[in-house]
């Protein structure tokens, strides 16, 4: 299980580390990858980490059920009510093509406010990431 400090880490990963600093603290990847915005994405079983294309740093963390992360003591992927609490603690969610963005926490969240089972994914990331939607 990964806890998240916003805007700080997820679980061992920090945002601002190296590529180096994330193998060691996670291992090596089973997969790297560019995604649609030129940046490396080291993915694992259960959580991807995009590493940003300007200095090859952490920036993001994406997380899907098989990897249970919490935030606020909630945990957000067997909690059946994590969605709603989080859109409070936030205080603040909008949504953006399918994401619930809450800039307050940190965090995206996808298939839980439409239900869909199959879309469920929480990203994590840095300070001004998606400030600019």
Do not use: C
């Not at 995604?35 to 940003?52: I, M, P």
């Not at 909690?79 to 940190?106: R, T």
């Amino acid at each position: 299980m990964f806890e998240i400090t916003p805007y700080k880490s997820v679980g061992p990963i920090r945002f601002g580390m190296s590529a180096d600093e994330l193998v060691g603290a996670v291992g090596d990847p089973i997969k790297i990858t560019k995604n649609r915005l030129g940046e490396l994405d080291y993915k694992y079983s259960g959580f991807r980490v995009a590493l940003s294309s300007k200095d090859n740093t952490v920036v993001e963390v994406g997380l899907v059920p098989e990897t249970e992360v919490v935030i606020d003591g909630v945990k957000i992927f067997s909690s059946p009510d994590a969605f709603a609490k989080l859109v409070k603690n936030d205080g603040d969610p909008y949504e953006y093509v399918g994401f619930v963005i809450l800039l307050n926490l940190g965090i995206t969240m996808t298939g839980f406010h439409d239900k869909d089972e199959s879309q469920k994914a929480v990203t994590v990331f840095t300070k001004g990431r998606w400030d600019s939607v």
